[in-house]
């Protein structure tokens, strides 16, 4: 079966500082992936989507990026982060062909 | 482009009382629909879909109905617990973008 992981669950960063979100996923070949962004009370903000390896299509402009270094992994970055983006980033995945979204536990980013 | 419109919450409702939440879309085509759940600290989960007109999701209690002709994917629950509280998120597929496209998500609180 297929499954998703995300990681780490909760981080605590200061203003200026790197970050790297990761995610994996197993049991599965070429998935789309995705990384969400869900600030505090608010719904939920497509930041990045991929179809493939080195293919990342970005929603939005901004302090982040995303990298696709294999079929099955997709990374959230920032080098300098900033207070906006604290927020609870949500990675999931889609079978290429189909149409249902399946998400990872998701990460809790705070940026003091 | 396209895009999901939800009615604003919270909706704060009595145990065993009958839930609405309204969703009205705007595509072109003939979009997937879904209702995604996610409680407290967690990522997303699938809750319902429909794939094509008067086609109907439904899942522990709740249902939806693809209506065309009005664009809309209300969710409903006849008797709703404690343990429903959440925040329920309306999307549709966007085929040909490969993606899925959130409604702003609606809170839902039920006190015992």
């Known amino acids: 079966s297929q499954t998703i992981h995300q990681w780490p669950a909760t981080l605590v960063q200061p203003v200026g500082s790197p970050l790297s979100l990761e995610c994996t996923v197993e049991?599965?070949?070429?998935?789309?992936l995705y990384w969400y962004r869900q600030a505090a009370g608010r719904g939920l903000q497509l930041l990045f989507y991929?179809?493939?390896?080195?293919?990342i299509s970005s929603e939005v402009p901004q302090n982040l990026s995303a990298s696709r270094p294999q079929d099955r992994q997709f990374i959230l970055s920032s080098k300098k982060l900033l207070l906006s983006d604290s927020g609870f980033y949500l990675c999931?995945?889609?079978?290429?062909?189909?149409?249902?979204?399946?998400f990872g536990a998701g990460s809790r980013l705070t940026v003091l | 482009g396209d895009s999901v419109t939800q009615m604003e919450g919270p909706v704060t409702l009595s145990e065993e009382a009958f839930l609405t939440i309204n969703c009205t879309y705007t595509?072109?085509?003939?979009?997937?629909l879904f209702w995604y759940v996610q409680y407290p600290g967690e990522g997303l989960q699938l809750l319902l879909k429909a794939t094509k007109a008067d086609d109907k999701g439904s899942n522990k209690g709740f249902e939806a109905t693809y209506r065309k002709e009005t664009t809309s994917f209300h969710l409903e629950k006849g008797s709703v617990q404690v343990s429903d509280s959440a925040v329920y998120f309306c999307a549709l597929f966007s085929g040909g973008y490969n993606k899925l496209i959130f409604g702003a998500g609606t809170r839902l609180a039920v006190h015992p």
């Open positions: 999931a995945w889609m079978n290429s062909g189909a149409n249902v979204l399946t």
């Open positions: 595509a072109t085509g003939y979009p997937s």
């Open positions: 049991g599965t070949s070429n998935p789309n």
């Open positions: 991929s179809v493939g390896i080195g293919q």
